[in-house]
Nanobody, 129 residues
Framework: VQLQASGGGLVQSGGSLRLSCAAS????????VAWFRQVPGKEREWISYISSSDGSAYYADSVKGRFTISSDSAKNTVYLQMNSLKTEDTALYYC???????????????????????WGQGTLVTVSS
């Protein structure tokens, strides 16, 4: 399984970016993708999760109302639309994928990096004031 994250960049505070996570190398119709972010010296922070089985989406309180996760199953790509960006959103953003039964993926919303088998390479988001 390979994940390719892209879409990061430099944006002013209040601006928007859309991150993409393209997945390949697996045949299952059922998977979940999460976005995490990390700044130097801090632990990787979970920010959003989507299950392919029913499209259910979840967000950390820090991004709720500003970020939207979505998926295009035909392209095996998950997006993270980030609006109203703040300087504190500056981080390296990672997408991660886990496979499993659809019911489990919908009901067990994992926010721990340890629960994800596959990771993208990270894309840097820098928000300037």
């Amino acid at each position: 399984v390979q994940l390719q994250a892209s879409g990061g960049g430099l944006v002013q505070s209040g601006g928007s970016l859309r991150l993409s996570c393209a997945a390949s190398g697996f045949t299952s119709d059922y998977y979940a993708v999460a976005w995490f972010r990390q700044v130097p010296g801090k632990e990787r922070e979970w920010i959003s999760y989507i299950s392919s089985s029913d499209g259910s989406a979840y967000y950390a309180d820090s991004v709720k109302g500003r970020f939207t996760i979505s998926s295009d199953s035909a392209k095996n790509t998950v997006y993270l639309q980030m609006n109203s960006l703040k300087t504190e959103d500056t981080a390296l953003y990672y997408c991660a994928l886990r496979l499993g039964p659809p019911v489990q993926l919908s009901l067990v919303i994992s926010t721990s990096p340890a629960d994800y088998e596959y990771w993208g390479q990270g894309t840097l988001v820098t928000v300037s004031s």
